[in-house]
């Protein structure tokens, strides 16, 4: 595709509710990332993907996110028995190989709000 | 801790004057240095970035400085436009994190008057 897309673009939530974010990377992008943007706070980093390969999920707040990739494109990351502290626009990244110092290409994002 | 810091929330710049928008960083470890754009209800775009081999970088209207010896670099846009206005974040990466992994600052509004 022509860049990152995201689905849904915005979610509501009822607290304990489990929820899935999906994330259309650039298509031949190598690499994914998940990034968390609380209201007036810059990205934070959650987890990483080479291919299919999750290498890095320590951004990962707590064992109720999970994230995957399992065909090396798409990807879900998933938020089980939400919390208001949840709330936040949930960004999506990629790049073509990950290389130190490569720009990322960024969704537009998931504004989830738990309630 | 917040290796990354961006210490004004917002800058206001009357339109045709010098947007200076300021970083600091703590990791001495991190080697390459960018800056997004963002708008409202819109994804962080890739404005311009620096290798730490580099103290400036300059494409069109942007010029980053990086003073590595500070662990600062600030970004310097002119003439600034109204189309300037966004929230712009300070990112780093370090060659040992794999991936690439940007670590972000919290972000500065610019305002740009007519």
């Known amino acids: 595709g022509a860049g990152v897309s995201q689905s849904p673009r915005y979610k509501v939530a009822k607290r304990g509710q489990d929820v899935a974010l999906r994330c259309d990377p650039i298509?031949?992008?190598?690499?994914l990332f998940w990034y968390q943007q609380a209201l007036g706070q810059g990205p934070e980093f959650l987890t990483y993907f080479q291919n299919e390969a999750q290498l890095d999920k320590s951004g990962l707040p707590s064992d109720r996110f999970f994230a995957e990739r399992p065909e090396g494109s798409v990807s879900t990351l998933k938020i089980q028995r939400t919390q208001q502290e949840d709330s936040a626009v949930y960004l999506c990244?990629?790049?073509?190989?990950?290389?130190?110092?490569?720009?990322?290409?960024f969704g537009s994002g998931t504004q989830l709000s738990v309630l | 801790d917040q290796q990354v810091k961006q210490n004004s929330p917002s800058l206001s710049v009357q339109e045709g004057r010098i947007s200076i928008l300021n970083c600091d960083y703590t990791?001495?470890?991190?080697?390459?240095f960018l800056w997004y754009k963002k708008y409202p209800a819109e994804g962080p775009t890739f404005l311009i970035s620096i290798s730490s081999i580099k103290d400036k970088n300059e494409d069109g209207r942007f010029t980053v400085f990086l003073n590595k010896s500070a662990k600062h670099l600030s970004l310097h846009i002119v003439p600034s436009q109204p189309g300037d206005s966004a929230v712009y974040f300070c990112?780093?990466?370090?060659?040992?994190?794999?991936?690439?992994?940007?670590?972000f600052g919290q972000g500065t509004e610019l305002s740009v008057k007519p």
């Open positions: 990791n001495s470890m991190f080697d390459y």
């Open positions: 990112a780093a990466s370090a060659g040992s994190i794999p991936g690439g992994k940007l670590i």
């Open positions: 990244a990629s790049s073509l190989v990950g290389g130190m110092g490569e720009k990322l290409f």
């Open positions: 298509s031949g992008h190598v690499s």
